[in-house]
């Protein structure tokens, strides 16, 4: 198993309410169906703007109460449903916003400079699932919200460090060029999978450590959740750490050997997430 922001979202998973459901299920078309937008098939980057605008206007819709999409037009199977549950839910609109506007710079921006433009990245691409998850279970603090954005932030970069491989065959590195400078790191060291030089051991070192203690900083918010979403977000959390995990005892060689998660590790995980 992979550890991904839209994977690990809990899509009608049995730990969920039964009320629900429905929700999360709404709020999962709705990114997921724009994530693909924005990755995959054969369309042109003025095409998938495009399509990213046309959802745009439908949220825009949703938010003054006007939405009206003719059964015809596709988008009327993810918005419809989705906008029932923002109202009965009384979900804000800025994390559905936040994500469009992510899925627009996946098309646009295949390199980052600093940190801080990552992280702001994942404050749009990642942070508003977690947020939302939250206010359908009416626990939306200000404390709430901030371990929440650790979690998913943790989680995103994680997703990244693990496919690095991946998302070179894309075209796109998500290590800032400030710390690819930093410890000594070029482009060509992803093009000739150089995992096992020092400079690279040392800066996934530290690029593992930051996703590990953005991981372990939220961690404390699925104590404070009642019940079974206390629990997912536990397995979820140590999921991330044992991706972590695995990067460091493959010394970061995620070229040759993609970290994922066995039958194995989920009995460890169950454990660790109970005790």
């Given amino acids: ?29 709705f990114a997921r169906s724009a994530d693909d937008i924005a990755d995959e098939g054969d369309a042109t980057p003025d095409q998938r703007l495009q399509q990213l605008a046309s959802y745009r206007d439908a949220l825009r819709q949703i938010e003054a109460g006007a939405l009206a999409l003719p059964a015809c037009d596709a988008r009327a199977e993810v918005f419809m449903p989705l906008a029932q549950s ?71 970069l994680t997703n990244f460090w693990q496919d690095i491989a991946v998302d070179w065959q ?32 040392a800066l996934m070192q530290a690029q593992v450590q930051q996703a590990r203690e953005l991981l372990n900083s939220g961690l404390p918010l699925a104590h404070k959740l009642p019940g079974r979403l206390g629990l997912e977000l536990k397995l979820v959390v140590h999921g991330g750490l044992r991706i972590l995990e695995r990067l460091n005892q493959l010394h970061y060689d995620v070229f040759f050997h993609r970290p994922t998660l066995t039958k194995r590790d989920w009995t460890l995980l169950l454990w660790r997430s109970l005790w």
């Fill in 170 to 201: 894309k075209g796109r590195i998500y290590l800032p060029r400030q710390k690819l400078n930093h410890y000594g790191v070029s482009e060509d060291h992803i093009a000739r999978k150089l995992h096992t030089d020092a400079a690279w051991q």
């Fill in 86 to 156: 923002i109202r009965q839910h009384e979900l804000p609109m800025e994390p559905f916003f936040d994500l469009i506007s992510a899925f627009e710079q996946d098309v646009a921006t295949t390199r980052y400079e600093s940190d801080t433009e990552l992280l702001d990245y994942c404050r749009r691409s990642a942070n508003p699932v977690g947020r939302l998850m939250l206010h359908l279970y009416q626990a939306a603090t200000p404390p709430n919200l901030a371990q929440a954005d650790a979690i998913c932030t943790g989680l995103q």
């Fill in 1 to 29: 198993m992979a550890v991904d922001h839209y994977e690990n979202f809990p899509v009608a998973s049995l730990l969920l309410p039964r009320r629900l459901q429905a929700p999360v299920r709404n709020i999962y078309r």
